[in-house]
């Protein structure tokens, strides 16, 4: 029995519940594996990319993110490079595994020399982060990130600043078909739709609290600036 099997089996004990079987099993595996959509309001209805895009693009602004767009993805270090210098921040960041080593092709950041790269990550002592995403959401401005050996979760909350490259094709309208792209991209890794990875964090701008005498304070639990390079693919 698994860590899981004894979570569950504690909570249906403590609901004075047995184990789902029999007809009732099935129906939940299948409202799992089909989820209804909820009521999705129209402001994303009959966007393409470019339009889903220039949403995303507003709706990040207004919760404190800053964007740049480049036509390439070897575009990518310069673009960097040029963010860390407008902001007066140290030229070194720890990038994502998945970055180093894509099948899309790994960045190269011979085209912009004078940043230091590391490759991993993060223990918190470094400056700035530079990770992919899964999605983003134009709806709310939300980036969608999992987890694994090549794209630490840490990278997304230890550095100070976090740099977040989304393709154009990553590019949904609500929550809910970022979900849904999810859910086919397990089941087509997987088979069976089930293979989930460690967490799923829906980033939404910079960290922020207003807990301490209502005050907005920035960077309280994560980074402090959140910069997103959409790049066109």
Known sequence: MSARDDILGSIRKSLGRSALA?????????????PQRNLIPDR???????GLTALFMDKAREFACTVDEVDSFEAVPEAVRAYLSRENLPAR?????????SPDGALDWSAAPT???????????EDTSVTPVFAAIAETGTLMLTSDAATPTGLNFLPENHIALVRRSQMVGPLEDAWARFRAARAKADGDGFGMPRTVNLITGPSRTGDIEQKIQMGAHGPRRLHVIIVAD
Do not use: F, I, N
């Open 93 to 101: 960041v720890v990038q994502a595994p998945a970055l180093a080593d």
């Open 115 to 125: 940043v230091e790269v590391k490759t991993g990550t993060s223990d918190g002592s």
């Open 44 to 50: 994303t209805a009959g966007r393409d990319t470019a």
């Open 22 to 34: 029999g007809d009732d099993a099935a129906q939940l595996h299948q409202r799992l594996g089909r």
